[in-house]
């Protein structure tokens, strides 16, 4: 069995892992959470340092920057508040530490006081902040849920194949984007600069008025 199971799986096992408890008070679900929310932090300070590249362009207009920042700082405050819990009531201190350490380079890096100071005429953006919302209120909403009402009641959150679903989840958000622009850039980039005649606009070719 454990040869079927996915490398990246295998990984979080090794260095997550461990035999104590996961049950609540134990350490392991605010360590979780805290390394969840800490690697949520340095990416979303990471959008603001780089919003040109990695906001979905369509959705910035409508983004409360404010509300936004004011997210960011307690997500980044959760973290340090949830990873100093684990690390208190955990044998083994890695989740912990890991949830402490994403939460100070977060902090480090500015946190939700980054400056908005961006080239906004990118060709292609990635989409990075509309990934981070969205697994941030899918976490919340049907994490509860599948633990409140589950199917499988011996099936845990982090079911076999949980990194394939979350690498998916992923590439469905963020790199097909990125694709997308690599497939197009070949006919873009001769586009603008050879143009047959015979698709030249008519207004283009005439001649100007002195």
Known sequence: MADHVPPLERWFARV?????????????????ASVFLGALGVC??????????LSSAEFRRFYPVP???????????????????????R??????????????AATLAGGGRVPIASDFDQRVTLG???????????????????????????????R?????DGVHFLVSHVAVQGLTFLTLLPATTLARWWQPVALRSPSRDRPRRS
């Open 16 to 32: 997550f892992g461990d035999a104590d408890a996961r049950g609540v008070g134990s350490g392991w679900v605010s360590g979780v």
């Open 44 to 53: 979303g300070v990471v959008v603001f340092w780089f919003p040109g590249l």
């Open 67 to 89: 509300l936004l920042r004011a997210l960011l700082a307690g997500v980044i405050g959760l973290a340090f508040l949830l990873g100093a819990t684990s690390v208190v009531l």
């Open 91 to 104: 044998r083994r201190k890695v989740l912990g530490g890991t949830g402490l350490a994403l939460a100070l």
């Open 128 to 158: 990075l902040d509309w990934f981070l919302l969205n697994l941030l209120l899918l976490a919340l909403v049907f994490v509860p849920l599948e633990r409140a009402f589950p199917r499988l009641p011996a099936q845990t959150t982090f």
């Open 160 to 164: 076999f194949g949980w990194t394939t």
